[in-house]
């Protein structure tokens, strides 16, 4: 791979320059490395074997904890199983590693993959990921203790225009407040955003696990509200593919399907050993990641069907919060023909 790709498929998160914990600073170091696990094929793997005959593929994965059970069934070898030699990266943009073919299949926000397809990126939605309701929170100091009491305070928005500022404008709209009523910023994800709030920057936080439970942990936070409960439809995670892989090589599409969703349920229903993978790579706190963990568990569901009503539901609050021009057909950017049934993941996962 050269210096160029590298660069741009590499996550960088800006350093922190404030004094954090040491459980902080090693959560941002995880998720700046981006856990980079598999073998060293560079390129572009569609269509091209190893020398054992398995097929490359090249896949965009999360970073931090929503990356984590796949990652997890790398170790496992549920990949290498279905006959895949899979090379992990990180991608800033997964569309557009997606869409210039540095990577066949990628972890995606269902929004930018939504508008993407729908101006003519040559990519498809093949299935939801494991989890694709929102599992993002809304902390803020421990002093306060309602969403009605951030009236007049400044609230952290992670990206301006994305997913996460939708999250936190319906939830202080069911709360009666309005963007007059606070300062919205944004202020980054994951670690980013959970130093912002340490060091007094915003006074609550959109944000994803495991900073809710380590804010609790350490007592710099407080869970004010479940984004889940407030969107229960905005769909916030996707598999993309390039359109010439889902059209060269279907088959591969369908086996690494069926391993990512083997992998996530494998380490559903074993949570303690997934819990020593997660521990080892982020040295954390056990009883941090274990209260995340089990704060997700609700969500965690398994399932790669793709909602199409929930895919227009996404659209039209997009749309309605002045995020989104159009809303899109989902059927025109949808191709689920290569999904695995739940019976299908179950056994094999058990099977493993």
Same mark, same amino acid.
């Given at each position: 791979?050269?210096?160029?790709?590298?660069? !741009?498929?590499?996550? %960088?998160?800006?350093?922190?320059?404030?004094?954090?914990?040491?459980? =902080?600073?090693?959560?941002?170091?995880?998720?700046?490395?981006?856990?980079?696990?598999?073998?060293?094929? /560079?390129?572009? /793997?569609?269509?091209?074997?190893?020398?054992?005959?398995?097929?490359?593929?090249?896949?965009?994965?999360?970073?931090?904890?929503?990356?984590?059970?796949?990652?997890?069934?790398?170790?496992?070898?549920?990949?290498?199983?279905?006959?895949?030699?899979?090379?992990?990266?990180?991608?800033?943009?997964?569309?557009?590693?997606?869409?210039?073919?540095?990577?066949?299949?990628?972890?995606?926000?269902?929004?930018?993959?939504?508008? @993407?397809?729908?101006?003519? @990126?040559?990519?498809?939605?093949?299935?939801?990921?494991?989890?694709?309701?929102?599992?993002?929170?809304?902390?803020?100091?421990?002093?306060?203790?309602?969403?009605?009491?951030?009236?007049?305070?400044?609230?952290?928005?992670?990206?301006?225009? @994305?997913?996460?500022?939708?999250?936190? %404008?319906?939830?202080?709209?069911?709360?009666?407040?309005?963007?007059?009523?606070?300062?919205?910023?944004?202020?980054? =994800? !994951?670690?980013?955003?959970?130093?912002?709030?340490?060091?007094?920057?915003?006074?609550?936080?959109?944000?994803?696990?495991?900073?809710?439970?380590?804010?609790?942990?350490?007592?710099?936070?407080?869970?004010?509200? %479940?984004?889940?409960?407030?969107?229960?439809?905005?769909?916030?995670?996707?598999?993309?593919?390039?359109?010439?892989?889902?059209?060269?090589?279907?088959?591969?599409?369908?086996?690494?399907?069926?391993?990512?969703?083997?992998?996530?349920?494998?380490?559903?229903? !074993?949570?303690?050993?997934?819990?020593?993978?997660?521990?080892?790579?982020?040295?954390?706190?056990?009883?941090?990641?274990?209260?995340?963990?089990?704060?997700?568990?609700?969500?965690?569901?398994?399932?790669? %069907?793709?909602?199409?009503?929930?895919?227009?539901?996404?659209?039209?609050?997009?749309?309605?919060?002045?995020?989104?021009?159009?809303?899109?057909?989902?059927?025109?950017?949808?191709?689920?023909?290569?999904?695995?049934?739940?019976?299908?993941?179950?056994?094999?996962?058990?099977?493993?």
């Amino acid at each position: 791979m050269d210096d160029a790709t590298r660069t !741009h498929i590499e996550r %960088r998160n800006p350093p922190v320059t404030t004094k954090r914990s040491r459980a =902080t600073a090693l959560i941002g170091a995880v998720l700046s490395a981006g856990l980079l696990l598999a073998g060293c094929g /560079g390129g572009s /793997g569609s269509g091209g074997t190893n020398d054992s005959g398995r097929i490359k593929i090249t896949y965009a994965s999360f970073a931090g904890v929503t990356g984590m059970p796949a990652k997890f069934g790398q170790e496992k070898g549920f990949f290498e199983a279905e006959g895949l030699d899979v090379t992990f990266v990180t991608a800033e943009d997964p569309v557009a590693i997606v869409s210039s073919g540095d990577a066949e299949i990628a972890d995606c926000d269902t929004t930018s993959a939504l508008i @993407a397809a729908g101006k003519g @990126a040559p990519i498809k939605i093949v299935s939801s990921m494991y989890r694709h309701k929102g599992p993002f929170y809304l902390i803020s100091r421990p002093d306060i203790d309602r969403v009605e009491d951030l009236k007049g305070k400044t609230v952290g928005i992670a990206r301006k225009g @994305a997913g996460l500022e939708a999250y936190v %404008r319906v939830i202080l709209k069911k709360h009666g407040l309005t963007e007059k009523d606070v300062t919205l910023v944004p202020n980054g =994800t !994951h670690q980013e955003a959970y130093a912002s709030l340490t060091n007094g920057q915003v006074d609550a936080t959109i944000i994803h696990e495991p900073f809710v439970s380590l804010a609790e942990a350490e007592g710099t936070g407080k869970l004010l509200a %479940r984004g889940w409960d407030y969107l229960p439809t905005f769909h916030t995670g996707v598999e993309i593919a390039s359109e010439r892989f889902i059209k060269e090589n279907p088959e591969a599409l369908k086996k690494f399907l069926t391993a990512y969703f083997k992998a996530a349920s494998y380490a559903k229903a !074993h949570p303690e050993e997934y819990l020593d993978f997660v521990e080892k790579q982020s040295d954390v706190d056990r009883e941090v990641l274990k209260a995340a963990l089990e704060r997700e568990e609700p969500i965690w569901e398994n399932d790669p %069907r793709v909602d199409l009503d929930d895919l227009r539901d996404t659209q039209q609050i997009q749309k309605d919060l002045g995020f989104q021009d159009t809303v899109y057909d989902p059927e025109d950017l949808v191709d689920t023909s290569q999904i695995p049934s739940p019976q299908e993941i179950s056994a094999k996962a058990d099977a493993r």
